[in-house]
C-alpha cells in the first residue's frame, strides 16, 4: 500500500496567500508573497504595491528552500553566519535567508511560504500569518 499525504489545494494556497496578504497590509508592507508546493514549484504568488522588483525572486527563493529543505530557510542562513560558507553552494537552494516558512500537516512538509521586502524577520511573520490561516 502507497503512503498517502496532504497536499496544498488552490484554494490552500489563496487561503495563506489572502491571510499573509492582509498581514502585510495591516502593517504597510511592500512585500512579495510566494506558496509553492512541496517541491518547490511555484503554486501562488503576490507582489504588493510599491515592492522591489527583486523581491519577487527572493520571495520564490525562500519558499523553494523551505519546502526542498523541510525546515525555515532562517535555518540555512545560521549555519552560514556561523561560517559553514561552504553551504552557499548546495545546489538547488538559493533563498538562505530567513522569511521562508515550511507548511507542516501530519508530519509532512507540503509546501512553503516565502516573503520578501522588509526586515527578514517581518517577513517570516508575514509568512507564519499566511500559514496560520490554514488552521
Known sequence: MLAKKPYLTQADVQKILNAADVFAAAGNFAVTIAVCDDGGH??????????????????????RAAAMGKRESRVYEEIINNGRISFLSAPHIGGMLE??????VDGF?????????????EDASIAQAGIAALS
Not at 99 to 104: F, Q, S, Y
Not at 109 to 121: C, F, H, L, Q, W
Open 109 to 121: 512538509t507540503i509546501g512553503a511560504v516565502g516573503v520578501s521586502g522588509v526586515k527578514s524577520a
Open 42 to 63: 511555484l503554486l501562488g504568488l503576490i507582489r504588493r504595491d510599491e515592492c522591489a522588483p527583486v523581491s519577487t525572486y527572493i520571495a520564490e527563493e525562500k519558499a
Open 99 to 104: 522569511g521562508g516558512i515550511n507548511i507542516v
